[in-house]
């Protein structure tokens, strides 16, 4: 089999060949997907040289603003920074805004960093369908740190968790009722959490930051091999943002990251063979049957239940 064009070009660090090539695995046409396999598997040895960091936070707590804090820090000090940010899809048309180059002015010209906005689509976890691809495109470009910025928060938005080395969690001086909301769903994973705006309202920051250590106290295991931080800053004016990267660093130092990495690529795996058997079972449905039973279904004739029953009969 011959290289792939793009892997020459995406391994020097050619910033369009890297544009093309998370275009490439994020194309659903059959012939694009197997070039996309071919163009990961010859870059794959490249990669897994970065620091993963997921994040994600409550509605207006300033992701965006504090991923440019942060990832122009380092690429000011010479870091290649790759930020991958999901926006959230339309339920109703499938378009994104895809906005976040515009929140992220600085960030965008910087030469040390790229930016690559992807829709959600219909996947669940605040992820794109082919973050996972995206990451490893992006280490085998040189990019030694990646930063994924999800959705939105919410209690199925975990799946960035399973694929990052390390979550970090933005909350603001006031979250209260938000921050009971998703306590449980994203709490359990973070391993850093940032009381973010604390210029704001410097005392609400700061109880902000004490409620957050009790709270993780409680749902952290007395045996976990990592006891998440706490921390306070503004993006708005740099405050505390180094802390946070210093806090990435201890944590990278401390966890054993391959260990995390290969259960992440077992879970990789199973998904893809989750999708694998999907499309197979869809390719062999009885068109005709499953319109009769969705229609069957919806006149109330049939459960739902009973309907998928019929379909997955041997």
Same mark, same amino acid.
């Given at each position: ?51 993963? =960091?997921? !994040?994600?936070?409550?509605? &207006? *707590? %300033?992701? +965006?603003?504090?991923?440019? $804090?942060?990832? /122009?820090? #380092? ?41 690559r906005p992807s829709p959600a689509g219909g996947t669940l976890g605040g992820v794109a369908r082919r973050t996972r691809e995206a990451i490893t495109l992006c280490e085998a470009a040189g990019?030694? =740190?990646? !930063?994924?910025?999800?959705? &939105? *928060? %919410?209690? +199925?938005?975990?799946?960035? $968790?399973?694929? /990052?080395? #390390? ?148």
């Amino acid at each position: 089999m011959s290289a792939h064009p793009l892997a020459a070009p995406l391994l020097s660090g050619n910033r369009r060949a890297l544009a093309r090539a998370i275009t490439l695995s994020e194309s659903t046409r059959p012939d694009h997907e197997a070039q996309a396999q071919q163009l990961l598997s010859e870059v794959a040895p490249h990669a897994g040289h970065s620091v993963r =960091v997921g !994040l994600t936070g409550v509605p &207006g *707590v %300033g992701k +965006s603003t504090f991923i440019e $804090a942060l990832g /122009t820090q #380092l690429a000011d000090a010479g870091r290649r920074v790759a930020v991958l940010a999901v926006d959230p899809s339309s339920a109703r048309t499938g378009g994104s805004i895809m906005g976040d180059k515009t929140r992220m002015p600085r960030l965008t010209v910087h030469p040390g960093a790229y930016i690559r906005p992807s829709p959600a689509g219909g996947t669940l976890g605040g992820v794109a369908r082919r973050t996972r691809e995206a990451i490893t495109l992006c280490e085998a470009a040189g990019y030694d =740190v990646v !930063l994924v910025e999800t959705v &939105g *928060v %919410g209690q +199925s938005e975990t799946q960035v $968790a399973a694929m /990052t080395d #390390l979550f970090v969690l933005l909350t603001l001086p006031n979250a209260g009722d938000e921050l009971q909301g998703i306590k449980r769903g994203i709490m359990e994973l973070a391993d850093v959490c940032v009381v973010n705006k604390a210029d704001s309202d410097p005392r609400a920051a700061v109880r902000a930051q004490t409620e957050l250590r009790a709270a993780l106290n409680l749902l952290t295991p007395h045996d976990a091999p990592w006891r998440p931080q706490v921390l306070r800053a503004s993006a708005l004016t740099g405050e505390g943002v180094p802390e946070v990267w210093a806090a990435v660093l201890e944590y990278v130092q401390e966890v054993d990251l391959s260990a995390r990495r290969r259960t992440q690529t077992v879970q990789w795996f199973d998904e893809l063979l989750r999708e694998a058997a999907w499309r197979m079972f869809q390719e062999g449905l009885d068109t005709q049957q499953l319109h009769r039973l969705r229609a069957e279904v919806e006149a109330g004739q049939l459960t739902a239940i009973q309907g998928v029953a019929v379909l997955t009969a041997p």
